[in-house]
């Protein structure tokens, strides 16, 4: 019996989504425990190519079971959305293969809306979200003002609490935000259009997770996002509204008695970092460019271009210690292939002059800079290299100088999207 949480080390989009795609083959059940459609994970298989944004991705194995657990927060709308686009490329789900959490809570037509206002009145102030609600959600969700799953089978109590919100939700939108209000059809035509859609695929995981655990299943957690964008330990505010880290799985999948046995920290060979908020190793000009050529660095879910820089190893360190990270998927080592020497992060320089090797409070990254260092580039294609003896030295040492400054083993590396182009190395 194994219980593996598959998390991000850093900013997000890491590579989470392939990894999980690989290392489902020996997991009954795969469980998303947090964030929402607001992040997408790209899977590329027998099926296609697919940005996978709240589905788990162990929803492409025959066998496996996917479960949204009661951390997410739970788009009808989008998740039909998915879960249709992936039939029309074959993909089968039924409620034998993906199950939601009767206790997951729903993000309600106005979450997006709210987002939205909300970045348009901070202006240049504004948090850089993806405007798919998930703030307003998790914020509305601590204040008990949104609804459970659950609740879809309960028609009566549904329709008097959904008013209740309403008539609360209507205030703010048209005396804070000055914006339209919501009506109660426009929530009918929203529960008939998605959530009917949804609702046989609710019931109790719990109990499915707690008769998986009691038949010794191996259970995947697939985390969205990375540490540094933990609500409470990342780079706040330019954080998720939910907790990343791995410590979070058992609550947020349902499972609360888990004890997770194996962390797979996902980090990639260089850095990228979406949206606002202070990314200390970050590139600009023509290096910049020529990175995020390389890796075809834009957002899965909003064709964002992403800021790039060399790998932070004051970042990893600290992801991959608020992890817990037993091993480390180091991804992309492909993309540096074109440059003569890698740089590597490896302290900041604080305002005070001091260096840093520990990453500090999020004010101090403001004036924080980066000491870089370059390590020897291999300058040759290893997108077919399958074993870590098919590494050319330079590569092979790049890797190792990464395992040593951030002391956790790096058993896989993966140098191409497929799902094959990996090197497994324990
Ligand atoms: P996630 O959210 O952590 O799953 O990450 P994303 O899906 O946003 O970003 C990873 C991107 O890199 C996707 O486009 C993957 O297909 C791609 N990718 C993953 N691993 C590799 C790799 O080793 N090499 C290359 N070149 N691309 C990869």
Not at 249 to 278: F, M, N, R
Not at 380 to 403: G, M, N, T
Request: net charge negative; charged share 25%; aromatic share 10%.
């Amino acid at each position: 019996m194994k219980n593996c949480a598959i998390v991000g080390i850093n900013w997000g989009d890491e590579g989470k989504g392939r990894m999980v795609d690989l290392l489902t083959e020996n997991y009954d059940v795969v469980v998303r425990y947090q964030g929402g459609g607001n992040a997408g994970h790209t899977v590329i298989n027998e099926y296609g190519k697919f940005a996978l944004h709240l589905l788990p991705s162990g929803i492409f194995r025959k066998g496996v079971v996917n479960i949204l657990g009661n951390g997410v927060a739970l788009d009808p709308e989008n998740l039909w959305e998915e879960i249709q686009q992936l039939a029309q490329k074959g993909v089968f789900i039924n409620p034998d293969n993906l199950k939601i959490s009767d206790r997951a809570s729903l993000l309600l037509p106005w979450h997006r809306d709210m987002d939205e206002l909300e970045e348009q009145r901070l202006a240049d102030k504004k948090y850089g979200s993806t405007k798919q609600g998930i703030a307003p959600f998790y914020s509305d969700k601590y204040q008990k003002k949104t609804i459970l799953a659950g609740e879809l089978f309960y028609p009566d109590e549904l329709y008097a609490h959904l008013s209740d919100l309403l008539e609360w939700k209507n205030l703010i939108l048209t005396k804070v935000y000055n914006a339209k209000p919501y009506t109660m059809d426009m929530l009918e035509c929203w529960l008939n259009v998605y959530c009917s859609k949804i609702k046989p695929f609710i019931c109790d995981t719990g109990a499915f997770l707690k008769d998986a655990q009691q038949s010794k299943k191996n259970i995947l957690f697939e985390a969205q996002l990375g540490a540094l964008r933990d609500i409470d330990y990342g780079i706040h505010p330019y954080t998720t509204s939910s907790n990343t880290l791995a410590a979070y799985a058992p609550i947020g999948a349902g499972l609360p008695s888990a004890q997770i046995t194996d962390v797979v920290g996902v980090v990639k060979a260089y850095s990228t970092c979406v949206g606002e908020g202070p990314f200390v190793c970050e590139m600009f000009g023509k290096d910049a460019e020529e990175l995020r050529e390389a890796g075809a660095e834009y957002g899965a879910k909003t064709g964002r271009p992403r800021r790039v820089g060399p790998i932070d190893l004051v970042a990893t360190r600290y992801g991959t210690e608020l992890q817990s990270a037993t091993e480390i998927a180091l991804t992309k080592l492909d993309v540096l292939s074109y440059m003569e020497k890698i740089p590597v992060c490896t302290h900041y320089q604080l305002a005070d002059g001091t260096a840093a090797d520990c990453f500090p409070f999020p004010y101090a990254l403001r004036e924080a800079k980066p000491v870089i260092s370059y390590l020897e580039g291999w300058h040759c294609d290893i997108s077919d290299a399958r074993k870590w003896e098919e590494l050319p030295k330079a590569a092979q040492d790049y890797v190792l100088f990464i395992e040593q400054a951030i002391g956790c083993p790096i058993t896989y590396i993966s140098v191409g999207p497929e799902r094959d182009s990996i090197i497994i190395r324990k």
